[in-house]
C-alpha cells in the first residue's frame, strides 16, 4: 500500500486569499487541527489551529499571517509503513501528499490508514513476501517476474519504495508460495540484495504489531 492509494479528498486545502476564519471552521467540520495551504496548485505546508487562534483578526486572509509552515509530506510512491512514520513523528492528524514536483495531490487521515490496517490483519491469503533493494537503473519487473516464475510462482502484487536523494529502491513482492527458499536462492545468484522474507502470517503480525503501535500513538 502506497500514499496514492491512501488519499481522501475529504479535507479540502485552504488557499492564501481565504481567511483563518474559514480555516477555523474547516478544522471544527472535520474535526482536524491542521488544514494544508495550497498557492497554485504547489503544496506550501500545513497552517494550525493555534496560529490563528493567536491573531487578533481572524477575518485576514491567509496570505497577511507571517506563517512559519510545518512541511510534513509524503510522495505518493511512499509506502504505508512511511507514512505512519511520518505522521507519528511530526505528531499531525492529516499528512498531505505531493507529486515529485511538489503538486499538492490531497491527504492522508488517520481515519484512513486504520482503515486499511482494519482491513489488511484480518486477511489471510496463502503466500510470502519477500523485499529486495536493487538500483533504479537495474530494475526490471519484467526480470524479477521471470526469476519467481522460474519457480512455478507467481508475482501476486508489487509496490515501490524509494528515497529522494538515493539511486535505490526497495521492491516489495507478494508471491503466491509459502515456500520460497529456492526463489530467494535465485536472487541471490543473479546478485539481488534481499531485504526482508517472511509469509502471509509473520506479514499479518508485523502488520498488526505497526497497527497496536500506531494506536498506541493515537491514545497515549
Given at each position: 500500500m502506497i500514499a496514492s492509494e491512501l488519499i481522501t479528498y475529504d479535507i479540502p486545502p485552504?488557499?492564501?486569499?481565504?481567511?483563518?476564519?474559514?480555516?477555523l471552521g474547516w478544522m471544527e467540520e472535520f474535526k482536524v487541527t491542521d488544514i494544508p495551504i495550497v498557492d497554485k496548485g504547489k503544496y506550501l505546508g500545513l497552517i494550525q489551529e493555534a496560529e490563528i487562534l493567536d491573531r487578533n483578526d481572524q477575518d485576514d486572509p491567509i496570505k497577511n499571517y507571517n506563517l512559519s509552515y510545518r512541511n510534513p509530506f509524503a510522495y505518493a510512491h511512499q509506502h504505508l509503513f512511511e507514512i505512519i512514520s511520518l505522521i507519528v513523528e511530526n505528531n499531525i492528524d492529516i499528512l498531505p501528499v505531493v507529486d515529485k514536483e511538489?503538486?499538492?495531490?490531497?491527504?492522508?487521515?488517520?481515519?484512513?490508514?486504520l482503515n486499511y490496517f482494519s482491513k489488511a490483519v484480518s486477511i489471510a491469503n496463502l503466500g510470502s513476501i519477500i523485499t529486495l533493494e536493487l538500483n533504479i537503473r537495474d530494475y526490471s519487473l519484467?526480470?524479477?517476474?521471470?526469476?519467481?516464475?522460474?519457480?512455478?510462482?507467481?508475482?501476486?502484487?508489487?509496490?515501490?519504495?524509494?528515497h529522494p536523494d538515493s539511486t535505490k529502491l526497495e521492491v516489495t513482492l507478494k508471491i503466491n508460495k509459502t515456500e520460497i527458499s529456492r526463489i530467494l536462492h535465485t536472487f541471490e545468484r543473479f546478485d539481488y540484495v534481499i531485504t526482508g522474507s517472511y509469509n502471509e502470517t509473520e506479514y499479518e503480525k508485523d502488520l498488526k504489531s505497526r497497527y497496536d503501535e500506531f494506536l498506541r500513538f493515537l491514545n497515549p
Open positions: 485552504l488557499k492564501l486569499s481565504e481567511t483563518g476564519e474559514k480555516a511538489g503538486k499538492y495531490l490531497g491527504v492522508i487521515t488517520i481515519k484512513s490508514v519484467a526480470e524479477i517476474s521471470k526469476l519467481v516464475e522460474s519457480d512455478n510462482a507467481q508475482i501476486l502484487a508489487s509496490f515501490i519504495t524509494s
